[in-house]
């Protein structure tokens, strides 16, 4: 019962806000950078992530800090 309720409350919430269906099917909707390059590094190691994604900041020295910088303001970067 207390987690129908929560359901709703949550759900009413994204309408009020104009949330639309699309948006919400989004698996990544709401995940910050930080917590995706996080859980891909736990799960993967910067090794695979660098083999995979061959990009310099995973290649080189890599860190959360510098790879979220690099990824944030580079579009081309993103996409791959």
């Known amino acids: 019962m207390a987690i129908r309720a ?8 994204a309408q009020a806000s104009g ?7 989004d ?7 930080k ?4 859980e891909l590094v ?3 190691g910067w090794e695979e ?13 890599p860190s959360i800090k510098s790879s979220l910088t690099f990824l944030r303001r580079t579009p081309w970067a993103r996409s791959r």
């Open 49 to 61: 992530l660098g083999r995979r994604v061959p990009i310099r900041c995973f290649l080189f020295d």
């Open 35 to 38: 917590r995706l390059l996080t």
């Open 42 to 44: 736990a799960q993967f």
């Open 19 to 25: 949330m639309d269906q699309a948006s919400s099917r």
């Open 6 to 13: 929560g359901f709703e409350q949550t759900h009413c919430m």
């Open 27 to 33: 698996p990544l909707h709401g995940i910050t950078w």
